[in-house]
C-alpha cells in the first residue's frame, strides 16, 4: 500500500513526541488521525493546511464513543499516549492505570477488529530498571521499579500475545528523549538542565553518577517513520532500543555548562534516585540499518537556539511545560466531573 493511502493514528499526537512526529508524518506523505486530550494544548494548526491528510479528534481513547470514529479507516496505529513520567503518575494512581495500562488492551483489541495491521507501541527504556551491565540489550531481564514502568512492561507482553499475520506488532524503547518541540517539556534531564542554565545562570545536579539514555526527539521520530516503511516481516513482534548518547547526569550537565554562552554555577547534591542504566541499540541497526545522527550537545545547542528566538516564553514557570505541574491543574478538574 502507497503511503498515501495509509492514515496514520497518533494517540497522544498532541503530546511532546507527537507535536514533531506529526508534521514529519504528514511530511512522508501519511495521512494523520491525532486522538488527545489535549490537555497540554492543541497540535499546530498549520497542519490543518494539508490537503486534507491531517485530522485531529479531541478526546480520551478510554471513551468507546471517541474511539470508535478515531479508528475508521486507520491502517497503523502509533501509540503514544500515556500519564508520563513517575511523579506524575504518582499524584494519581488510579487514573494513570486507567490509561497507561487498563485500557490498552481494548485499545489494541478494537484496533484489531477496525482493521488496523501496524501497531507500533512506545514503551521505555526505564523498564529496564538498574542496570549495571554496559550493554543494555533486549534479551536481558526487566526489572520495573515503578508503576509507571512495570505498566510499559506489562503493555509490551499485552501487545506481543495479540499479534497476527494481519496485525503486526512492534514495541520501541526510547532513551530519555531531548531537544525542542512545539509542545515542549522542561522536566526531562537534558531540557531541564539546558532551561535552568540559559534562565537562572545555575545548575543542580542531584547525585550525577547515574547513567541515563538519550535520544535527540528528530532522531526519535525518524525511528517511529523507519519502523512504519519497512516489510512486515523485519518489524513483526520486534522489540527495539532506540538510544544515542549513555552519559552520566554529570556528564550532561557539564556539557550544557560548556555550550551555554554565559557563566553557570553548578551545585552537586545528594540523591535517592538510583535508576541507571545504558542501552545499547544494536538491535534496530542490525535489523533496520537505523542509527541515531543526532546528539545530547545537539539537544543542547538546538534548545539553546529556540531560547534565543522567544520560543519558550514562561520556561521556568509555564505549567504547560511540566508534566507533574500541569497534572496537578487537570486533576482536580477530572475530580469535579467525574
Known amino acids: 500500500m502507497s503511503v498515501s493511502h495509509r492514515t496514520v493514528l497518533v494517540t497522544g499526537g498532541a503530546g511532546y513526541v507527537g507535536s514533531r512526529l506529526v508534521p514529519e508524518?504528514?511530511?512522508?506523505?501519511?495521512?494523520?488521525?491525532?486522538?488527545?486530550?489535549?490537555?497540554?494544548?492543541?497540535?499546530?494548526?498549520?497542519q490543518s493546511d494539508r490537503s486534507g491528510a491531517f485530522s485531529l479528534i479531541r478526546g480520551d481513547m478510554r471513551d468507546e464513543e471517541v474511539l470508535t470514529p478515531a479508528l475508521d479507516g486507520v491502517t497503523d496505529i502509533i501509540h503514544l499516549a500515556c500519564i508520563s513520567n513517575d511523579p506524575s503518575y504518582d499524584l494519581d494512581p488510579e487514573l494513570g492505570k486507567s490509561i497507561n495500562r487498563d485500557s490498552f488492551l481494548p485499545l489494541v483489541r478494537r484496533a484489531k477488529d477496525a482493521g488496523v495491521s501496524r501497531f507500533i507501541y512506545a514503551s521505555s527504556s526505564s523498564v529496564y530498571g538498574v542496570k549495571e551491565e554496559e550493554r543494555v540489550t533486549?534479551?536481558?531481564?526487566?526489572?520495573?521499579?515503578?508503576?509507571?514502568?512495570?505498566?510499559?512492561?506489562?503493555?509490551?507482553?499485552?501487545?506481543?500475545?495479540e499479534r497476527t499475520p494481519s496485525f503486526v506488532t512492534t514495541t520501541l524503547r526510547p532513551a530519555t528523549v531531548c531537544g525542542p518541540a512545539p509542545r515542549q517539556r522542561m522536566d526531562l534531564t537534558v531540557n531541564l538542565l539546558t532551561n535552568h542554565a540559559y534562565n537562572t545562570g545555575t545548575i543542580r545536579v542531584f547525585g550525577g553518577n547515574q547513567y541515563r539514555p538519550n535520544l535527540h526527539i528528530q532522531d526519535m521520530c525518524r525511528a517511529y517513520l523507519e519502523v512504519l516503511k519497512q516489510d512486515a516481516e523485519k518489524i513483526e513482534g520486534q522489540v527495539f532500543n532506540v538510544g544515542a548518547d549513555n552519559l552520566t547526569v554529570l556528564e550532561i550537565a557539564e556539557r550544557v555548562k560548556h555550550l551555554v554562552n554565559k557563566e553557570v554555577d553548578m551545585v552537586v547534591e545528594p540523591s535517592t534516585d538510583n535508576r541507571s542504566y545504558r542501552i545499547s541499540s544494536e538491535r534496530i541497526f542490525e535489523h533496520l540499518g537505523f542509527r541515531p545522527i543526532h546528539t545530547v550537545d545537539d539537544a543542547i545547542r538546538d534548545l539553546l537556539d529556540w531560547f534565543e528566538r522567544g520560543n519558550f516564553p514562561g520556561?521556568?514557570?509555564d505549567s504547560r511545560y511540566f508534566n507533574i505541574a500541569r497534572m496537578q491543574e487537570i486533576i482536580p478538574e477530572l475530580s469535579k466531573d467525574a
Request: hydrophobic residues 45%; negative net charge.
Open 25 to 46: 508524518l504528514l511530511a512522508a506523505g501519511y495521512r494523520v488521525r491525532v486522538l488527545d486530550t489535549c490537555w497540554y494544548g492543541v497540535p499546530d494548526a498549520d
Open 138 to 161: 533486549e534479551e536481558l531481564a526487566l526489572k520495573p521499579l515503578t508503576d509507571y514502568s512495570r505498566f510499559k512492561a506489562e503493555c509490551e507482553d499485552i501487545l506481543f500475545a
Open 315 to 317: 520556561a521556568m514557570s
